[in-house]
């Protein structure tokens, strides 16, 4: 949970970002990142086009429900 954390709030200060950004920025190594994203994707939380992924439009309750 804690770096699902680091790497969320990394993504709300970046546009569109490569893993390798926000894997420097999150603190988190570019491996446990990528699982992390996927899963974030599969929630529909994030989404990744040309190599960089971004927050999602849809929020929380959308997603939930």
Known sequence: RQFTERAQSALKNAG???VD????????EPRRLVGI?????????????AGR????RLTTSEVTG
């Open 53 to 56: 992924w971004r927050k999602s």
């Open 37 to 49: 994203l996927a899963v974030l994707d599969a929630e529909g939380l994030v989404t990744k086009h």
């Open 21 to 28: 950004r926000l894997a420097s920025a999150s603190g988190v």
């Open 16 to 18: 569109g970002a490569t």
